[in-house]
């Protein structure tokens, strides 16, 4: 079995930093592409940021600048180091990756940023 493991979530103050990290359980598993998305309360899972296996980079608008998702292919992991982070980015952070057009989620990790 293989899943995604996110961590690095937690509490920040406004304009602080936070680090997320997502990697895959088994070494021998890899992506053609992983992301990040996140849910608010009441809201829809949205894509936050996506990377492609040769470093290709998406990011939504309202991250741009001060989000930057970064992998580390033979780990099979993923980043995303948040900046600047407003309330508005309060929210539980998933991990996505795409395997031979499969879908792959980590549990989820809760980002607070207090105003």
């Known amino acids: 079995q293989v899943q995604l493991v996110e961590s690095g979530g937690g509490l920040v103050q406004a304009g602080g930093s936070l680090r997320l990290a997502c990697a895959a359980s088994?070494?021998?598993?890899?992506?053609?592409?992983m992301a990040w998305y996140r849910q608010a309360p009441g809201e829809q899972r949205n894509l936050v940021a996506q990377?492609?296996?040769?470093?290709?980079?998406n990011y939504a608008d309202s991250v741009k600048g001060r989000f930057t998702i970064s992998r580390e292919n033979a780990k099979n992991a993923v980043y995303l180091q948040m900046n600047s982070l407003k309330p508005e980015d309060t929210a539980v952070y998933y991990c996505?990756?795409?395997?031979?057009?499969?879908?792959?989620w980590g549990q989820g990790t809760q980002v607070t940023v207090s105003s």
């Open positions: 996505h990756g795409l395997r031979n057009y499969v879908d792959y």
């Open positions: 088994s070494s021998r598993f890899s992506f053609n592409a």
């Open positions: 990377v492609t296996a040769g470093g290709t980079t």
